[in-house]
């Protein structure tokens, strides 16, 4: 009787904590909608032009088109665009919609992150801390979770469940054939939408084979099939050029980022990227799109937690040593749990070579970085666990320093706007779009619903004006004049441009191509108009149509990227 006695006591105790953690892990959530929200309602985060293909690819969907790829490639499946036109179905075309969807994957990342860190910890604290940090983050998780870029949020979600389920297959569930098959799926999906999902897929799978061994050989078949489902779409739509998409996938569409005459000069260029640009963008100490950040002073206590943590884990990785185990459940805390730690460096060491070793090393943004914040606030909180035994209370102050640095970091983020928490890192980029509305009334008055622009602002003000304005990308952007025809998105908009009597010309951040267009005009005794609205500038009224082939402007100095 004492011993039935006892065994209810410890199931009511769990059943408690369950639920405690249950109602903490809703909180969390919560704020981190609020916050999300908050930046919202401010229009703290620009519209770009990226986001504003996705939503086109959305409204296209909905009149009945299925592009399987972001519109001018074949590697970023379309998945996102999908998701945002169910989006559109409830809510409408509007920009908001967009960043529902955005929030929604959001949520769904912090409530799968808590059992993933439940099962690489064994501790439910630190399972609470890893949602709490994700829940108020640095700034780079903030703006690449509120954007749509087609595919980061739905990558995220796609590793966490790699890896939990992975964890379990690797377990106590390794002959649930459901979820084998279920495993394979996400990785086909996740593999369709970005190809950034092999940072998870990679570690996960060697961990499995090398856990299981030849035991599970059906599982790897349910697997395989699973993967040949969910990756479906890739293989239809590169159907013929397998091996260009394949190079695609690999960086080829962005080789403009090398930056040596050589493999070794552009791979010592690309390290140098991961440590002085990723690594301070991913800790928070600068912002994404630029090398400032907040005061230096506010960062000490961020970059101390996030290196002695990062260092703790290490200590904790080697053969000798254990995971934490604090308020730990024996079901959660397989024999293997110290092995399957190695799937979270295998993330940090996957991700890194990818870097290093393609061109999307040259991307100095840190998106490619988000994969590694599931690790660190891993190791983070496990450090925060061991260091609470030690000293008590003064590590949750430790922990409150940290975020409320990442909400400080994100409100001077959000008031210094433009450029707001943009995904642009050029500055000539950062287009102030609180004037776009002005733009397309002033084209709409002056016949200007047709004409040429660079692809920042063709693609947000084609999807603002209901594709009533269309500007053909094929202006350039770049100080040095350079131009790729990978701008051109979607056909379809220079061939409406092409058939128009008229065109209006919009630059926006670039005197040196204004002067030019200028003098171009000039020589081709071409009258116009100009005007200037916020950062944009307009010439229109033209005498006659001027195309860019003949002012000698398109394909200028092409990079052909």
């Not at 919560?30 to 929200?37: C, P, W």
């Not at 169910?86 to 990342?109: D, K, N």
């Not at 190791?379 to 030690?390: D, K, P, S």
């Not at 379809?492 to 951040?509: D, F, Q, R």
Request: glycine fraction near 8%; hydrophobic fraction near 50%.
């Amino acid at each position: 009787m004492h011993h039935l006695c006892a065994t209810r006591r410890r199931q009511g105790g769990n059943t408690m904590t369950r639920s405690r953690n249950t109602l903490h892990l809703g909180v969390i959530v919560a704020g981190a909608m609020l916050l999300k929200a908050t930046l919202l309602a401010l229009n703290a985060v620009p519209f770009n032009a990226d986001e504003a293909v996705v939503a086109l690819m959305a409204r296209h969907i909905l009149q009945g088109k299925h592009p399987l790829f972001f519109y001018g490639q074949a590697y970023m499946g379309s998945l996102d665009a999908h998701l945002v036109a169910g989006a559109f179905q409830l809510f409408g075309e509007q920009v908001l919609s967009v960043r529902l969807v955005q929030v929604a994957l959001f949520a769904a990342v912090i409530a799968t992150s808590y059992p993933v860190a439940l099962r690489f910890t064994g501790s439910q604290h630190a399972a609470i801390l890893v949602t709490l940090l994700l829940a108020f983050p640095p700034v780079l998780l903030t703006l690449y979770t509120t954007v749509s870029l087609g595919g980061y949020g739905e990558t995220l979600l796609a590793g966490n469940l790699l890896l939990w389920w992975g964890h379990r297959l690797g377990s106590e569930d390794a002959q649930q054939w459901s979820l084998w098959l279920a495993w394979g799926l996400v990785a086909g999906l996740g593999f369709w939408t970005m190809g950034l999902v092999l940072v998870y897929l990679v570690p996960v799978a060697l961990w499995l084979l090398w856990q299981l061994r030849a035991r599970s050989w059906q599982g790897y078949l349910l697997t395989a099939l699973g993967f040949a489902i969910g990756s479906l779409p890739w293989w239809l739509g590169n159907l013929g050029h397998i091996d260009t998409s394949i190079a695609e996938l690999f960086g080829t569409a962005v080789r403009s980022t090398a930056t040596a005459n050589t493999t070794i000069g552009n791979i010592g260029a690309r390290t140098f990227n991961f440590f002085v640009l990723g690594l301070p963008a991913l800790f928070g100490l600068r912002f994404p799109w630029g090398i400032v950040g907040p005061p230096l002073w506010l960062t000490v206590p961020a970059l101390t937690l996030y290196l002695s943590a990062t260092a703790y884990a290490m200590c904790q990785s080697l053969p000798s040593s254990s995971p934490i185990t604090a308020n730990a459940s024996p079901a959660h805390i397989p024999s293997h749990a110290s092995s399957a730690r190695l799937v979270l460096w295998g993330i940090c060491v996957t991700l890194f070579l990818g870097f290093v070793l393609t061109p999307f090393g040259g991307d100095p943004s840190g998106r490619y970085f988000l994969p590694l914040y599931l690790p660190l606030f891993v190791f983070t909180a496990e450090a925060l666990t061991a260091l609470h035994e030690r000293v008590g209370h003064w590590a949750w102050i430790l922990l409150g320093t940290v975020l409320v640095f990442n909400l400080i970091s994100t409100a001077q983020a959000a008031s210094t706007n433009p450029p707001g928490i943009t995904t642009q890192f050029e500055a000539i980029t950062q287009v102030d779009h609180r004037y776009d509305a002005e733009l397309m009334d002033f084209l709409r008055a002056y016949n200007g619903t047709r004409g040429y622009a660079n692809y920042w602002v063709a693609y947000p003000i084609a999807f603002l004006s209901g594709e009533e304005i269309i500007l053909a990308p094929h202006l350039p952007y770049k100080t040095d004049l350079q131009y790729t025809p990978r701008d051109d998105r979607y056909a379809p908009y220079g061939e409406w441009v092409k058939a128009s009597l008229t065109a209006v010309y919009v630059t926006s951040n670039h005197p040196a191509l204004d002067r030019l267009i200028r003098e171009r005009l000039r020589n081709l005794s071409v009258t116009y108009a100009e005007e200037q609205i916020g950062d944009y500038h307009v010439f229109y009224d033209l005498s006659h149509k001027v195309t860019p082939d003949n002012l000698g402007i398109a394909g200028l100095s092409p990079r052909g990227d």
